[in-house]
């Protein structure tokens, strides 16, 4: 069984930064695929970030690119998504998941069979 708790929400200005933090309760972390989520309210889970097991593949969604950067210490079993510039529209619930295909740097929600519980983000304009 997977357990994810996401940590280091909170209220930033329009340009600030935010380190949010993912820790896994699992026997080997780096057997998972693992991607961050966000859901606005009224919107659907877009996807934000992932990362592969060994922490050597990443993806971006492309309104995040260049602003955003995931990363992962899997001898801490911490997953982390480090945001700088933040803006208005990053405004949104985020979630990590884990993917149990470790190397697929899934997209789609469906895709990842754990997710924790999220953590707000509120970006002030």
């Known amino acids: 069984q997977v357990q994810l708790v996401e940590s280091g929400g909170g209220l930033v200005q329009a340009g600030g930064s935010l380190r949010l933090s993912c820790a896994a309760r699992?026997?080997?972390?780096?057997?998972?695929?693992m991607g961050w989520f966000r859901q606005a309210p009224g919107k659907g889970r877009e996807f934000v970030a992932t990362?592969?097991?060994?922490?050597?593949?990443?993806y971006y969604a492309d309104s995040v690119k260049g602003r955003f950067t995931i990363s992962r210490d899997n001898a801490k079993n911490t997953l982390y998504l480090q945001m700088n510039s933040l803006k208005p529209e990053d405004t949104a619930v985020y979630y990590c998941?884990?993917?149990?295909?470790?190397?697929?740097?899934?997209?789609?929600?469906?895709?990842?069979?754990?997710w924790g519980q999220g953590t707000q983000v509120t970006v002030s304009s």
């Open positions: 998941a884990a993917d149990i295909i470790q190397w697929r740097l899934g997209t789609r929600p469906e895709q990842y069979a754990h």
């Open positions: 990362i592969s097991g060994s922490g050597s593949s990443t």
């Open positions: 699992v026997r080997t972390f780096s057997i998972y695929g």
